[in-house]
T-cell receptor
Framework: KAGVTQTPRYLIKTRGQQVTLSCSPISGHRSVSWYQQTPGQGLQFLFE???????NKGNFPGRFSGRQFSNSRSEMNVSTLELGDSALYLCASSPDRSPLYEQYFGPGTRLTVT | QQQVKQSPQSLIVQKGGISIINCAYENTAFDYFPWYQQFPGKGPALLIAIRPDVSEKKEGRFTISFNKSAKQFSLHIMDSQPGDSATYFCAANYNQGGKLIFGQGTELSVKP
């Protein structure tokens, strides 16, 4: 089975621009979660989507948004980019909301804001 | 109360030694505790996970020890190898949700 794929892998944007990142989960997985990883804050949860609905949301400003499509693929969008948004953005997929909730991560998208 | 505290921040172990990484949590609602391994340039990879009704789980050279009363859990890597050199993250989850709360990470270096 192919793993979680994320595109693009690297991205350079300018302050004030917006960006869209894409995630394709493992085949058959219906849940997609997004995380931001930075050296200072570590791994922080952004949001989770399950069956096209946002089920959980982290403590990020409204500039961060996401959506999930009927084929479980997900996108996240960051508007009005700030320098502090430079980070590795990770997507993780899970088969369902089983009691033992295993998440499998993609390689991430490295976003640099200049 | 949502935090997971991980220590040490970095660890150097000789080849063949035992690596031990510790985590502590506050939220007693957490019911799933995974450990992830991350190599530079890669996403975190699930290593091993445990639920609070079990005190220990072993998979190969990796063992999770869980102390529910102390709200602590730890990862033991037996016979550590240079290939184990990576950053390790503990995490916690609850209510079957997709929101993992991560520790700050431990950078492990295994010297030959």
């Amino acid at each position: 089975k192919a793993g979680v794929t994320q595109t693009p892998r690297y991205l350079i944007k300018t302050r004030g621009q917006q960006v869209t990142l894409s995630c394709s989960p493992i085949s058959g997985h219906r849940s997609v979660s997004w995380y931001q990883q930075t050296p200072g804050q570590g791994l922080q949860f952004l949001f989770e989507y399950f069956s096209e609905t946002q089920r959980n949301k982290g403590n990020f400003p409204g500039r961060f948004s996401g959506r999930q499509f009927s084929n479980s693929r997900s996108e996240m969008n960051v508007s009005t980019l700030e320098l502090g948004d430079s980070a590795l953005y990770l997507c993780a997929s899970s088969p369902d909301r089983s009691p033992l909730y295993e998440q499998y991560f993609g390689p991430g998208t490295r976003l640099t804001v200049t | 109360q949502q935090q997971v505290k991980q220590s040490p921040q970095s660890l150097i172990v000789q080849k063949g030694g035992i690596s031990i990484i510790n985590c502590a949590y506050e939220n007693t609602a957490f019911d799933y505790f995974p450990w992830y391994q991350q190599f530079p340039g890669k996403g975190p990879a699930l290593l091993i996970a445990i639920r609070p009704d079990v005190s220990e789980k072993k998979e190969g050279r990796f063992t999770i020890s869980f102390n529910k009363s102390a709200k602590q859990f730890s990862l033991h890597i037996m016979d550590s190898q240079p290939g184990d050199s990576a950053t390790y993250f503990c995490a916690a989850n609850y209510n079957q949700g997709g929101k993992l709360i991560f520790g700050q990470g431990t950078e492990l270096s295994v010297k030959p």
